[in-house]
């Protein structure tokens, strides 16, 4: 199967019944301090944006996958509005949803480029993770809403 991971094409011999999480880690290397639920009961700590549109890697089956775009956060220049602003704002959280959350607000802000708080809330905050009340979260994406980006 061909996959066309943050830019790149990858020809991988997979079942097509395995999840992109575990293709993407096991196989090829990516998102490798990601591990948490396996199920996407979580924080979405392994999003990754498919044509740009933010979903847990764990929940996404390869087969489904047609010459779409897969972008994971390694795929995400440290120079992008988000990454620099959660840098320059010190946006501390968990190692294990921080780059979830960067993935959720960029995917968020293609669709949206000035969210509402509770715009931001309900694209940040799961069952296991409130990182979406956090003020400092949502002043940053407020500030990199500002930007006009193509992700």
């Not at 294990?96 to 607000?105: A, F, L, R, Y």
């Not at 293609?110 to 694209?123: F, G, H, S, T, V």
Request: hydrophobic share 35%; charged share 25%; net charge negative.
């Amino acid at each position: 199967m061909n996959l066309f991971i943050n830019g790149k094409s990858f020809e991988v011999d997979i079942d097509a019944q395995e999840t992109l999480l575990h293709v993407l880690r096991d196989r090829l290397g990516f998102m490798q301090d990601i591990t948490e639920c396996d199920s996407g009961e979580c924080s979405g700590s392994c999003t990754v944006l498919i044509n740009g549109k933010g979903n847990p890697a764990c929940k996404v089956i390869v087969g489904t996958l047609n010459g779409d775009r897969i972008r994971t956060i390694e795929g995400i220049p440290e120079e992008h509005p988000v990454k620099k602003i959660w840098k320059e704002e010190g946006i501390e959280t968990c190692p294990i949803c921080k780059s979830g959350q960067i993935m959720k607000v960029i995917s968020l802000l293609a669709r949206m480029l000035n969210p509402a708080p509770i715009d931001i809330k309900e694209e940040l905050n799961t069952p296991h993770c409130k990182c979406g009340e956090n003020p400092k979260i949502i002043k940053a994406v407020n500030k990199a809403s500002k930007y006009c980006y193509d992700s």
